[in-house]
């Protein structure tokens, strides 16, 4: 991001954080050249981020794609919608702060697998088994094992 002082291209994020509207990213950067500070408010929606799937395929981050991983995984489970929420949030907000063009689907796996940990573990479980594609019943129980010591 361009400074908006000597325009400077190279500006680092020194605060991150989710907006009060909850659809953009408040930032807080500071330029490498003139050393002042400034804010922006940056639309998690404009942001360009490309996926790269398990077959190096390329497509387009889409919310909805967590959001329907998580849902599945919190299914049935005493988790409140808003806590749900918040969790795709935050799950949104640590992809966006990597501040990288292209994010492999691998990753976004591991982060959300972090933050159902703390959610619900029956959910964590649940989205871990599908996601690390367990094998069988014994993968199964030995990441269940992992997780409940
Ligand atoms: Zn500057």
Do not use: W
């Amino acid at each position: 991001m361009k400074c908006p002082y000597c325009g400077h291209p190279d500006t680092k994020v020194i605060d991150s954080r989710p907006a009060e509207d909850n659809s953009s990213i408040r930032r807080r950067r500071s330029c490498d050249e003139c050393g002042k500070r400034f804010t922006t408010y940056e639309k998690i929606e404009t942001i360009p981020l490309i996926v790269i799937k398990k077959d190096n395929n390329r497509e387009q981050y889409d919310r909805s794609k967590i959001e329907s991983g998580i849902l599945r995984a919190c299914y049935k489970r005493p988790v409140p919608a808003d806590k749900i929420q918040k969790t795709i949030d935050a799950v949104e907000l640590e992809i966006f702060n990597r501040e990288e063009k292209e994010i492999p689907s691998s990753l976004i796996g591991e982060i959300v697998m972090d933050k159902l940990k703390e959610l619900d573990p029956v959910a964590y479980v649940r989205f871990a088994s599908v996601y690390r594609e367990f094998k069988d019943v014994n993968t199964f129980m030995s990441e269940l094992k992992k997780f409940l010591a």
